[in-house]
């Protein structure tokens, strides 16, 4: 079985981010970039069926800038067999990723697809399941359980209130929620080999998809600040202050 | 693993001495694995610097960086040193050491992102996220390499279910280019009495944010060294202020580590220091979008260890050869790599033998421009322990009448050893701050983007458990609280009425090493956390 894992490079979750003075966009200017954390739980799933044996070769495809080439090393670190590199300077909506990934599946003919549900940068939520449209495969989204049978991917889903388990024929997507997995930390010899594992780049424009989205962003702008608070001699003040300016009494 | 040379720390001692091992290397048509481990999650992650680079060691290491596109963006255009009293600046003239024709205005981490490109394209095995935690040694003694840190350990330092010990890299030699007050480096001073005959190191906490300023009100290339105000004059210290590039304004506040009053807050004389009215218009529809902090050496010739010991040398600020004065120290860092770079080479391709000693690196130092200038300004920094004034006449002398040849060195006294009980000082009333210009300690940490996993075990190791409670409270009124500048040392209420317990908030932490240096007791050892944890500093 071939296991696809399409990885996201993004700025790093510890990282505070903020609008650039002119509002066009995010400012990403020199900051931590790294592998979509719900990515990352799709490689150590992808990773964990190849080690026991069930995946025969786990393929890690990013869709980015040149230097998605890092999140791809990561990718290899974890144990994937090989990665390809679209490359595009565009930041790319998902219904153009969506289309990439389409063509990706037609090249590849992979048996499941995993992924992460959401990217933590524009957090859209959106890729798997149009992917999964596209080529008119089953999905299973937010999974937090995943068990192999014979033909086909039984997922444990998380939804409102509970669990929901689906049975998909393969080939199948399957995206994944924060309890899936807890990724392992990467062995530095690891890293070291996937230097020489084989990463293939290619353009974008190599696979013949259109990049159109029909979506423009119009500007960026940070929440209002929240007021600092003020300090009260006592409770009386406290009283006195919530009743005649904040008014909420 | 083996490599022929293992580096510890990827800032610009160690990536300067990777580039050139790399160098002689390939001139000499020999291969040579060389590694360097950094413990930030990336290079440059836990870098922060004024800074004013002084290209002449990348000159020398690679003279074509322009076509190669190093961060070198603004030269520094004007330099302007103030005399700060409350309320007022005094233009004084600029000391000669302080003149910065030909330098240029830089995040010096990305500077280091930069340089580790360059060492990856010659073949070095560059390795954010793995800290150096333990060195190894042979049945000799002599250094062999060293671990890296263990992950997924339970707080109470059994395995977790994620546990992936550290792995052990075996070299020939292993440069320890830690930076100020190395933690492994601590661990050889003591093992191999590398301070036997020298002085206490001493040090500066640098404390620093950049804003991204109104366009009118951006000067690049504009550099402000500022000493006086609102420090007191039995204080050492003095604030910086760099205009950048794109409206980016470096500021940035060092107090010698030396200072007596335990109220005394580092982060708080920073904040004040914003508000001189010759500093704060700077600041004025601005937006403060970093914040960290590193303490610095100040020591110079005198505090100086021994830098070579069996299998490894120390390079860098680890052993420390800022120029105070200058304020400069990464070209002296970067200089130091090249020659350890040398020395090392030479030693590697003359002798096949393990553990042996690269001793003739001091003797190399000596005949550069490092040890000589670090000799000629060694007088200046010891003088202001008799006060800002005595301190400002004795450097003027020094530098003008002397010329750095007085006949006489002073001496240091460790800065832990300084700090005065809290009864025979004054407590300081610090503005509260003003969400503006001014800010409080957490949202300032906040802006370090600092990260520890939660779980692992605590990173600040208390020698004694009931020292804080014994000495530094009753006696220096817990110390730690103010001069952490991340908020991680905090005295907190117990059950008990009047009875407080210090709560170490680890997850904080910026890696500054302020606490294992200033802890009157010296109780505190600072150790690295797991991989890739510590501040993610966008450029600092
Ligand atoms: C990449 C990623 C994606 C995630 N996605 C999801 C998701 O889709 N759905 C989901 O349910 N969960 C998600 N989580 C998990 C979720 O974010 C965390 O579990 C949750 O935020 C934990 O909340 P907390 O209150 O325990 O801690 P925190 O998030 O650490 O704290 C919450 C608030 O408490 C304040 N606070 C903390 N300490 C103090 C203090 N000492 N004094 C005063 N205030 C304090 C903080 O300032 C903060 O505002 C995600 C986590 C990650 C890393
Ligand atoms: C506030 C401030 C302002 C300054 N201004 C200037 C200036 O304007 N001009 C100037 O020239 N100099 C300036 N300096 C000094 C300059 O920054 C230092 O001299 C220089 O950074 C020293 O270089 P280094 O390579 O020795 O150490 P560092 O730059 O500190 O680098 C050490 C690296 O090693 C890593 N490391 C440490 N321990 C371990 C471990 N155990 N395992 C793995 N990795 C480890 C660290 O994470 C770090 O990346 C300033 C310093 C400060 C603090
Ligand atoms: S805990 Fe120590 S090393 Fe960490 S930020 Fe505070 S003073 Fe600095």
């Given at each position: 079985?071939?296991?696809?894992?399409?990885?996201?490079?993004?700025v790093?979750?510890?990282?505070?981010?903020?609008?650039?003075?002119d509002?066009?966009?995010?400012?990403?200017?020199?900051?931590?970039?790294?592998?979509?954390?719900?990515?990352?739980?799709?490689?150590?799933?992808?990773?964990?069926?190849?080690?026991?044996?069930?995946?025969?070769?786990?393929?890690?495809?990013s869709?980015?800038?040149?230097?998605?080439?890092d999140?791809?090393?990561?990718?290899?670190?974890?144990?994937?067999?090989?990665?390809?590199?679209?490359e595009?300077?565009?930041?790319?909506?998902?219904?153009?990723?969506?289309?990439?990934?389409?063509?990706?599946?037609?090249?590849?003919?992979?048996d499941?697809?995993?992924?992460?549900?959401?990217?933590?940068?524009?957090?859209?939520?959106?890729?798997?399941?149009?992917?999964?449209?596209?080529?008119g495969?089953?999905?299973?989204?937010?999974?937090?359980?995943l068990?192999?049978g014979?033909?086909?991917?039984?997922?444990?889903?998380?939804?409102?209130?509970?669990?929901?388990?689906?049975?998909?024929?393969?080939?199948?997507?399957?995206?994944?929620d924060?309890?899936?997995?807890?990724?392992?930390?990467?062995?530095?010899?690891?890293?070291?080999?996937?230097?020489?594992?084989?990463?293939?780049?290619?353009?974008?424009?190599?696979?013949?998809v259109?990049t159109r989205?029909?979506?423009?962003m119009?500007?960026?702008?940070?929440?209002p600040?929240?007021?600092?608070?003020v300090?009260v001699?006592?409770?009386?003040?406290?009283l006195?202050?919530?009743?005649?300016?904040?008014?909420v009494? | 693993?083996?490599f022929?040379v293992?580096?510890?720390?990827?800032?610009?001692?160690?990536?300067?001495?990777?580039?050139?091992?790399?160098?002689?290397?390939?001139?000499?048509?020999?291969?040579?694995?060389?590694?360097?481990?950094?413990?930030?999650?990336?290079?440059g992650a836990h870098?922060?610097?004024?800074?004013?680079?002084?290209?002449?060691?990348?000159?020398?290491?690679?003279?074509?960086?322009?076509?190669?596109?190093?961060?070198?963006?603004?030269?520094v255009s004007?330099?302007?040193?103030?005399?700060?009293?409350?309320?007022?600046?005094?233009?004084?003239?600029?000391?000669?050491?302080m003149h910065?024709?030909?330098?240029?205005?830089?995040?010096?981490?990305?500077?280091?992102?930069?340089?580790?490109?360059?060492a990856?394209?010659?073949?070095?095995?560059?390795?954010?996220?793995?800290?150096?935690?333990?060195v190894?040694?042979?049945?000799?003694?002599?250094?062999?390499g060293?671990?890296t840190?263990?992950?997924?350990?339970?707080?109470?330092?059994?395995?977790?279910?994620?546990f992936?010990?550290?792995?052990?890299?075996?070299?020939?030699?292993?440069?320890?280019?830690?930076?100020?007050?190395?933690?492994?480096?601590?661990?050889?001073i003591?093992?191999?009495?590398?301070?036997?005959?020298?002085?206490?190191?001493?040090?500066?906490?640098?404390?620093?944010?950049?804003?991204?300023?109104?366009?009118?009100?951006?000067r690049?290339?504009?550099?402000?060294?500022?000493?006086?105000?609102?420090?007191?004059?039995?204080?050492?210290?003095?604030g910086?202020?760099?205009?950048?590039e794109?409206?980016?304004?470096?500021?940035?506040?060092?107090?010698?580590?030396?200072?007596?009053?335990?109220?005394?807050?580092?982060?708080?004389?920073?904040?004040?220091f914003?508000?001189?009215p010759?500093?704060?218009?700077v600041?004025?529809?601005?937006?403060?979008?970093?914040?960290?902090?590193?303490?610095?050496?100040?020591?110079?010739?005198?505090?100086?260890?021994?830098?070579?010991?069996?299998?490894?040398?120390?390079?860098?600020?680890?052993?420390?050869?800022?120029?105070?004065?200058?304020?400069?120290?990464?070209?002296?860092?970067?200089?130091?790599?090249?020659?350890?770079?040398?020395?090392v080479f030479?030693?590697?391709?003359?002798?096949?033998?393990?553990?042996i000693?690269?001793?003739?690196?001091?003797?190399?130092?000596?005949?550069?421009?490092?040890?000589?200038?670090?000799?000629?300004?060694?007088?200046?920094?010891?003088?202001?322990?008799?006060?800002?004034?005595?301190?400002?006449?004795?450097?003027a002398?020094?530098?003008?009448v002397?010329?750095?040849?007085?006949?006489?060195?002073?001496r240091?006294?460790?800065?832990?050893?300084?700090?005065?009980p809290?009864?025979?000082?004054?407590?300081?009333?610090?503005?509260?701050?003003?969400?503006?210009?001014?800010f409080?300690?957490?949202?300032?940490?906040?802006?370090?983007?600092?990260?520890?996993?939660?779980?692992?075990?605590?990173?600040?190791?208390l020698?004694?458990?009931?020292?804080?409670?014994?000495?530094?409270?009753?006696?220096?009124e817990?110390?730690?609280?103010?001069?952490?500048?991340?908020?991680?040392?905090?005295?907190?209420?117990?059950?008990?009425?009047?009875a407080?317990?210090?709560?170490?908030?680890?997850?904080?932490?910026?890696?500054?090493?302020t606490?294992?240096?200033?802890?009157?007791g010296?109780n505190?050892?600072?150790?690295?956390?797991?991989?890739?944890?510590?501040?993610?500093?966008?450029?600092m």
């Open positions: 079985m071939k296991v696809l894992v399409p990885v996201k490079r993004v790093d979750y510890t990282v505070r981010v903020r609008p650039r003075s509002g066009s966009d995010v400012d990403i200017a020199n900051l931590k970039m790294s592998m979509n954390p719900f990515d990352e739980i799709a490689m150590e799933e992808a990773v964990r069926l190849r080690e026991a044996g069930v995946a025969t070769e786990v393929v890690a495809v869709i980015g800038p040149a230097a998605s080439q999140t791809l090393r990561t990718a290899l670190a974890f144990g994937a067999d090989r990665a390809l590199l679209l595009t300077e565009e930041s790319l909506a998902p219904v153009v990723i969506s289309r990439a990934l389409a063509a990706v599946v037609g090249e590849e003919s992979p499941l697809v995993l992924m992460g549900k959401q990217a933590i940068d524009d957090d859209c939520n959106q890729t798997a399941q149009m992917l999964a449209a596209r080529l495969w089953g999905q299973g989204t937010f999974a937090c359980r068990e192999m014979d033909g086909e991917v039984i997922v444990t889903r998380e939804v409102d209130g509970g669990t929901r388990i689906v049975a998909l024929k393969l080939p199948a997507v399957v995206s994944t924060l309890r899936l997995n807890e990724p392992r930390y990467i062995k530095l010899p690891n890293i070291m080999k996937a230097k020489k594992k084989p990463l293939d780049r290619r353009p974008l424009d190599s696979l013949g259109d989205s029909g979506i423009r119009v500007s960026v702008a940070e929440p600040a929240r007021k600092p608070g300090r001699a006592d409770v009386g003040e406290l006195d202050k919530l009743k005649n300016e904040a008014q009494i | 693993m083996e022929d293992v580096i510890v720390g990827a800032g610009p001692a160690g990536l300067a001495a990777a580039i050139r091992l790399r160098q002689q290397a390939e001139q000499a048509g020999q291969d040579l694995s060389v590694c360097v481990l950094e413990k930030g999650s990336e290079v870098i922060l610097s004024g800074a004013v680079f002084a290209p002449r060691a990348l000159d020398e290491l690679l003279p074509d960086w322009r076509e190669r596109g190093a961060p070198l963006n603004t030269a004007e330099d302007q040193f103030l005399l700060l009293t409350q309320g007022r600046a005094l233009r004084l003239p600029t000391p000669p050491q910065n024709q030909g330098n240029y205005i830089i995040s010096l981490g990305n500077l280091c992102r930069w340089l580790a490109e360059q990856e394209a010659l073949g070095v095995e560059v390795l954010p996220g793995f800290p150096a935690a333990e190894l040694h042979d049945e000799q003694g002599a250094v062999k060293v671990a840190a263990d992950m997924g350990r339970n707080p109470d330092g059994s395995e977790g279910p994620r992936e010990p550290g792995v052990e890299l075996h070299a020939r030699q292993t440069l320890f280019c830690e930076g100020c007050h190395g933690s492994l480096t601590k661990t050889l003591d093992r191999f009495r590398l301070r036997e005959g020298v002085g206490p190191q001493t040090y500066g906490l640098g404390i620093k944010e950049v804003w991204e300023v109104d366009p009118t009100r951006h690049p290339g504009q550099v402000i060294h500022s000493v006086g105000w609102p420090l007191d004059t039995h204080t050492y210290g003095g910086f202020l760099y205009h950048l794109d409206n980016r304004v470096a500021v940035g506040f060092i107090v010698g580590l030396d200072y007596e009053n335990p109220y005394l807050s580092p982060f708080e004389e920073m904040q004040r914003k508000t001189h010759a500093i704060r218009p600041f004025e529809g601005g937006k403060r979008i970093a914040y960290g902090a590193r303490a610095l050496v100040e020591g110079g010739l005198q505090g100086l260890p021994k830098l070579s010991f069996p299998g490894g040398l120390l390079v860098g600020d680890t052993a420390g050869f800022l120029d105070v004065p200058r304020i400069k120290g990464s070209d002296n860092a970067m200089k130091s790599g090249i020659t350890a770079a040398e020395s030479n030693l590697l391709t003359s002798s096949a033998a393990e553990g000693e690269a001793s003739d690196f001091r003797r190399r130092l000596d005949n550069t421009w490092v040890i000589q200038e670090l000799h000629r300004a060694r007088n200046i920094r010891p003088g202001f322990r008799w006060g800002f004034w005595a301190g400002l006449a004795h450097a002398v020094d530098t003008y002397f010329r750095g040849r007085a006949p006489w060195t002073l240091h006294q460790a800065d832990h050893e300084r700090l005065r809290a009864r025979d000082c004054q407590p300081i009333d610090y503005p509260r701050p003003d969400g503006n210009i001014t409080d300690r957490l949202s300032s940490v906040f802006l370090s983007n600092t990260h520890h996993e939660e779980g692992q075990p605590v990173h600040l190791k020698r004694d458990l009931q020292r804080p409670a014994l000495l530094n409270l009753p006696v220096y817990g110390p730690e609280a103010r001069y952490c500048p991340a908020g991680v040392y905090e005295y907190v209420e117990t059950g008990d009425a009047n407080l317990r210090l709560q170490i908030n680890a997850q904080n932490c910026v890696h500054c090493k606490c294992d240096i200033k802890d009157p010296q505190i050892d600072w150790v690295v956390p797991q991989g890739g944890d510590g501040p993610n500093y966008p450029g």
